[in-house]
C-alpha cells in the first residue's frame, strides 16, 4: 500500500461521492501499490466499508462509470478483480512522492 493513494481519496476526491463510495474508494486505494494497481477481493473490500459483496459490485460499478478506477483484469478462476487507480491524470508531484505520502 502507498499511503498517496489514501491520501489523494481524502484530500481530492470528488465532493459529491456518497459517503459509501468515498469509503469504498478509500478501501480501494488501501490496497494499492506503486504502479496504481490494486486488487482486494470483494470481500475484502465490503468488510472494510462495513457492508456486503453485493452493494460493492455497486459501488465499484459507479465508481468506475465516474472514471475513479478502470478495470484491468482478473476477476476470472478465483482470482481478485484488478483495478487501476485512475485518481489522477498524470503522476503526483514529486515533493508528494518524496514525503513518503
Do not use: Y
Amino acid at each position: 500500500m502507498t499511503f498517496r493513494h489514501v491520501r489523494w481519496v481524502l484530500d481530492n476526491a470528488p465532493a459529491d461521492l456518497t459517503p459509501r463510495e468515498r469509503l469504498t474508494l478509500i478501501a480501494v486505494a488501501r490496497w494499492a501499490n506503486a504502479e496504481d494497481v490494486s486488487d482486494p477481493w470483494r470481500s475484502q473490500l465490503a468488510t472494510a466499508v462495513g457492508t456486503n459483496e453485493h452493494e460493492i459490485t455497486l459501488v465499484l460499478a459507479k465508481l468506475r462509470k465516474r472514471g475513479l478506477i478502470v478495470r484491468e483484469g482478473g476477476g476470472f478462476r478465483g482470482r481478485p478483480v484488478i483495478w487501476r487507480c485512475n485518481f489522477w491524470e498524470s503522476k503526483p508531484d514529486d515533493d508528494l512522492i518524496a514525503a513518503g505520502a
